[in-house]
């Protein structure tokens, strides 16, 4: 070999070298400067605090795992999530109309209201060591009677701690101190096309685990009715009637979301299914557990509604389908954002430095906080970015924590479940005794005593105190006249129609 080969051949040897450091040095410090790293997601601070409100041990996950062919392995997975998913068994009271047939063929035509159980299931979600469940707020509504099965098939009667119909989470309770439970993940770190497992109760058929892919995130305008929540997941594994309120898990293990809803004309899964994020749900269950009642925090700003704008503009609305971001339209009374320095026609960008897109982002980031939480917002004004700091309010405009405790006070009263068979007595389909009240509450005031049965209050039914004091803490949050009206009876009279006003406070 002559000498200019071998120089050759060093130069090589010395480029491929020198190439591999600084390819190996330039990762590093890519890695290092990045603030999203790929493989390790940005730490979900927000539902790390709504762990430490159930005590959930952070140390307890699994490694992502994959078989010896590289196919995703979801065995651990499946076997540490089915042991924190219980069977949610539900009892409630409907009522059927009945019509004597010789009233309809001689003209009275009278029809009588015969009470009569009826049996619902659903799945719920084991939060923590002493007990606590997540489940859907329509699984548990209007029940008389709560149990829960764990999947080594004890049963065991849950108490309902408070429910939430704006995002569809109730909370349990049942009684221990050792049950195996499922530690939160971060929602926010799911990629559309990641591996997840949907894990619940289908058709009464206990511990079932279903296999799929997130589909999409933050979908909105999904389920009708009073849900306000507008940033589901998107899931195609199977999920089917009795699934509501089960696990949505990552390979890891992790509660990343509640298994809420399917998108189906026959009612069986059609491979579309939604479940609430754990950023959403996870601080819900919090709220419910330390306040009683959920936390709502508003920027006091109104925003275009592309879907009704397009019947009445659609050229308006092509051009506000063009913008990234969230529209400033108008303002709310007492709002938070104009009195930080908001403009109409600004566009949001971003909330503490997070990308706001649409309003479905808009409204999962306001999700996260409470009343007298202070969030930075950017805006674009005129092409320039502006950012004001935004001390978020309720829906009544203030910062006030409202607790259950503290709406319910102020009516002066305690209360009793009806039994199944005295309700049936009583021909009602629900109903709340008063057992007590004070001499100085709203309840004496207006003339309620110990006995009167509750059947509705604002035209919903009850059958519990937590159902009674949901009621007055939404109306104490969010209506500006602060006034309940009861509908009830004493055993044997008329019924009657009580309005209470509770901004007397009792006085």
Known sequence: MNTGNVKSITTIVV????????????????????????????????????????????????????????????????????????????????????????????????????????????????????????????????????????????????????????????????????????????????????????????????????????????????????????????????????????????????????????????????GLAFAVPISIAGKVAADLKQYGAVQRAVLGIQAPNIDVVRRQDPERARELSQIVGVLVEDFGDRSAAKAAGLEKGDIIKAINNVHIRNFAELQDQLSRYRPGDKVKVTVERNGKEHSYTVELKNDAGNTEIQRSADNMSVLGATFNEIPAARKRQLGINSGVEVSSVTSNGLFRKEGINKGFIIMRVNNTPVNSESDIANIVSNVSRTSQDKVILIAGFYPNGRTQYIAIDLSQGGK
């Open 15 to 270: 480029v491929a070298i020198l190439s591999s450091v600084i390819t190996l040095f330039g990762y590093n410090a890519i890695s290092k400067n990045s603030p999203k790293g790929v493989i390790s997601p940005a730490v979900n601070i927000g539902t790390n605090e709504y762990a430490d409100s159930f005590d959930q041990d952070k140390s307890v996950k699994l490694a992502s795992l994959t078989t010896q062919q590289g196919y995703p392995d979801f065995t651990e997975a499946a076997a540490k999530s089915v042991n924190g998913v219980v069977h949610v068994k539900v009892k409630s009271i409907s009522q059927q109309q009945y019509m004597n047939p010789f009233d309809f063929f001689f003209g009275f035509g009278e029809r009588n209201m015969q009470p009569r159980e009826q049996i619902g299931f659903g799945s719920g979600v084991i939060i923590s060591k002493d007990g606590y469940i997540i489940t859907n707020n329509h699984v548990v509504e209007g029940a008389t009677e709560v149990t829960v099965s764990l999947n080594d098939n004890r049963e065991m009667t849950a108490k309902v701690i408070g429910t939430d119909p704006q995002t569809d989470i109730a909370l349990l309770k049942i009684e221990g101190d050792d049950f195996p439970y499922l530690t939160f993940g971060n929602s926010d770190a799911l990629q559309v096309g990641e591996w997840v497992l949907a894990v619940g109760n289908p058709f009464n058929l206990t511990s079932t685990v279903t296999a799929g892919i997130v589909s999409a995130k933050n979908r909105g305008n999904i389920v009708g009715g009073n849900l306000s929540i507008q940033s589901f997941i998107q899931i195609d594994a199977a999920v089917n009637r009795g699934n509501s309120g089960g696990a949505l898990v990552n390979t890891k293990g992790e509660l990343v979301g509640i298994n809420t809803a399917i998108f189906s004309q026959s009612g069986d899964f059609n």
